[in-house]
């Protein structure tokens, strides 16, 4: 069974060929720029690569050219479209109307399209990248939408409900919705299967750290909260993003630097943060080297990111009433291994130690336990793989719905 999954944004349009019968992704790329040139980047299992500019004016022209790269020249991996299953689409706010994975319908689209208020920059971008593979594929080819905010559906009131008036709860839903769900999700499930043990008898602290960052306390299988709240800017802070900041400063700041709502956001999204501070790069890598020259600005950025992740990790572990495992991913959780060892040795009150030599060598895609055989808590470090998720639960969807039509019959 191959299942292509789809991860389109405003201007470009992911995607990954992954085959089900051993997971080995068969080819992925990008189609960037769209409506604004267009770009091309594709490989293939083989060691294949290629990247050429070309026209794109539309998702539906860019899931064209994904369709031509897939199936001729030189990174093709298989002769016809109709060798694939299913598509997932990865969408990133189903607000508090879809709490799983669900088969693409009218309705769904629709609903993802009502949602649109909660991610005006994501929601649309989705139903384009929806509408482009079904133009393209025709409706016969089932669909599934993978919602970036439902693993965080099992959160209780008391950690989603936001302390303002409840009418605006009851009129809007605002309220705290988390997001890196599916790699949440991933890690987690991976953890607890490196730990032989059952993900309903663990408490675990989940720690995606990119260039956009959340944490989660997860216990028994079931998040009970997470670090981003209505929109991925809520947290600690990130490479451009602010995370949470004191509503009275934004305010202080609008009327001292009469900055409208749209200005207000692109200020804490996308000028704030390790950038926002240091002055020079939203980057981990360009930070470490500017701080390795003296830089204090780029040093004082690492430091308040670190503090914060303790700080997040230390209510967590007040929220579970305990943590059996910490887990590390994302780009920075994955390869920063000084970023692991300042958080982990700075956490000494819960027993943790590791293996600084080991801490070292697990970066650029190794999976292990880097913490100590005495340490009380478990520290792992586990490359994420939201695509596999997205195709897994496309792949359970398209054989429940098979089942059901066999059953029919």
């Known amino acids: 069974m191959k299942i292509l999954v789809i991860n389109a944004g405003s201007s470009s349009m992911k995607y990954q060929l992954i085959s089900m019968t051993n997971e080995v992704v068969l080819a992925k790329g990008i189609c960037e720029r769209i409506g604004l040139g267009g770009k091309v980047t594709a490989s293939n299992h083989l060691g294949c690569k290629v990247s050429y500019d070309i026209t794109l004016n539309t998702h539906t022209e860019a899931f064209k050219e994904v369709e031509r790269v897939l199936t001729s020249g030189e990174c093709k991996v298989i002769d016809d479209m ?6 997932g689409h990865r969408v990133v706010q189903g607000g508090s109307v879809f709490n799983a994975s669900v088969l693409i319908t009218d309705e769904v689209i629709d609903a993802i ?4 208020d909660l991610a005006p920059l994501h929601n649309p971008a989705h139903i384009q990248g929806i509408r482009a593979c079904r133009n393209v594929l025709g409706n016969e080819v089932p669909g599934v939408v993978v919602f970036d905010n439902a693993f965080h559906s099992t959160m209780p009131p008391e950690a989603y409900m936001f302390a303002i008036p409840y009418e605006y709860y009851e009129k809007y839903k605002l309220r705290k919705y988390g997001f890196h769900g599916t790699s949440h999700r991933f890690v987690s499930q991976r953890c607890a299967k490196l730990m032989d043990k059952d993900i309903e008898t663990l408490k675990l602290i989940t720690c ?4 956009g960052c959340s944490i989660s306390a997860i216990k028994n299988g079931k998040v009970i909260d997470t670090s ?3 929109t991925p800017l809520d947290g600690f802070m990130m490479g451009t993003r602010s995370g949470g900041i004191d509503p009275s400063a934004v305010l202080y700041l609008q009327e001292k630097e009469g900055w409208t709502p749209e200005e207000t956001d692109t200020i804490l999204n996308k000028k704030s943060g390790m950038f926002g501070i240091s002055g020079i790069s939203s980057d ?12 204090k600005r780029a040093a004082l950025a690492r430091s308040m990111q670190r503090y914060q992740i303790r700080k997040f990790i230390g209510s967590y572990v007040a929220a579970l009433n305990g943590v059996d495992a910490i887990v590390f991913t ?3 959780g994955e390869n920063t291994f000084d970023l692991r060892s300042h958080v982990c040795n700075n956490l000494s009150y819960l027993g943790i130690k590791i293996d600084e030599e080991l801490n ?4 650029k895609g190794k999976e292990g336990e880097l913490s100590l055989p005495e340490s009380k808590v478990k520290v792992y470090v586990i490359p994420t ?3 596999l998720v997205i195709a897994r639960d496309t792949k359970e969807i398209v054989e429940m719905l098979r089942a059901s039509v066999k059953n029919d019959h």
């Open 113 to 116: 399209g009502e949602l649109s």
């Open 228 to 230: 981003m709240g209505l």
């Open 208 to 211: 995606h750290l990119g260039n």
């Open 360 to 363: 070292k060598e697990l970066i």
């Open 385 to 387: 793989n939201e695509e």
């Open 82 to 87: 109709k060798e694939i299953v299913a598509v």
């Open 284 to 295: 981990d890598g360009d930070l470490i080297a500017a701080m390795n020259t003296g830089n």
């Open 330 to 332: 994302g780009g920075i």
